[in-house]
């Protein structure tokens, strides 16, 4: 998967794609691939493109949905906001551990968390590093954007070594949004035109891990977001579940799954 070559045809961001290049691993090309998948840096944006079959795949914080949401989006009625357990003044430290286009991420860094995004691909993570970078440069996401902090790596590796440390230290809340292998998630991608992010990106094969490392790190809460009727993460059984109109939420309260010591 860390094959995705990155071209770019502005002069004037050549250090720049050469920079995202090097943080993120991913093979430099001087000339525009014909086929397959790539990243390409324009003016604006990077973006993952192919040859003709589908549309560009980029994330935004600042503009489009992003701007919808962030402008009209219902605030702390948000079914996400009562899943990671905003209330009153408590605003959970976050790590999202599924980072993806940072959909997530950005919905709860605007209600106000600290969002720690843990992304493996290295297309995601640069697609994600792109992203933050214009959103910290627009006045009307600069403050959003200081509360998001991008890490690329395995969430499995990252949280099993928070899990060591001191409580103080470690996420209130771990937020997790697996690619499934099932066919109401691969029909949602498609409506979204995401067909070559999912391509690129595949399957998480590793769920059932990923949430037992989660459980380990977060002081509070994992919360797992699945489509509506998508199968649960094997494993352990969700302690609480919300289900919403075409998401549902299942909450592990770290309090339920580890009864106090006498
Ligand atoms: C369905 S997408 C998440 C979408 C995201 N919630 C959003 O709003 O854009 C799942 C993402 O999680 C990433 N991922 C899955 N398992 C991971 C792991 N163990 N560590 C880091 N990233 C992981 C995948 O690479 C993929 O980009």
Redesign the pocket.
């Known amino acids: 998967m860390n094959s995705t070559p990155l071209y770019c045809a502005e002069s004037a961001r050549r250090d720049r794609a050469d920079e995202l290049a090097s943080r993120f691993a991913l093979p430099r090309v001087n000339t525009r691939p014909t086929q397959g998948y790539w990243l390409e840096l324009g003016p604006q944006r990077l973006e993952l493109l192919t040859d003709g079959k589908h549309g560009a795949v980029y994330a935004e914080f600042v503009e489009g949905a992003a701007r919808h949401r962030r402008e009209q989006g219902g605030g702390r009625g948000q079914p996400v906001a009562k899943a990671v357990g905003i209330k009153g003044a408590i605003l959970p430290v976050i790590v999202?551990?599924?980072?993806?286009?940072?959909?997530?991420?950005f919905v709860l860094a605007s209600l106000g968390c600290q969002v720690t995004m843990?992304?493996?691909?290295p297309v995601?993570a640069a697609l994600l590093a792109d992203a933050l970078e214009r959103a910290e440069r627009d006045p009307d996401t600069r403050d959003i954007a200081a509360r998001m902090q991008l890490v690329h790596?395995?969430?499995?590796d990252w949280l099993q070594a928070r899990a060591l440390d001191d409580a103080a230290t470690r996420p209130d809340v771990v937020f997790v949004?697996?690619?499934f292998p099932d066919t109401d998630?691969k029909s949602a991608a498609a409506k979204k035109g995401m067909q070559a992010f999912q391509h690129v990106?595949g399957d998480?094969m590793?769920?059932a891990a990923?949430l037992a490392a989660a459980i380990e790190a977060a002081t509070g809460r994992v919360v797992v977001?699945r489509p509506q009727r998508g199968v649960a993460i094997a494993g352990v059984k969700p302690s609480v579940v919300l289900d919403g109109k075409s998401t549902r939420f299942d909450l592990y309260v770290i309090k339920a799954l580890r009864p106090q010591q006498a």
């Open positions: 999202d551990a599924t980072a993806g286009l940072g959909g997530d991420s843990i992304e493996r691909s995601a790596a395995n969430a499995i949004d697996p690619m998630k990106i998480d590793d769920s990923l977001k």
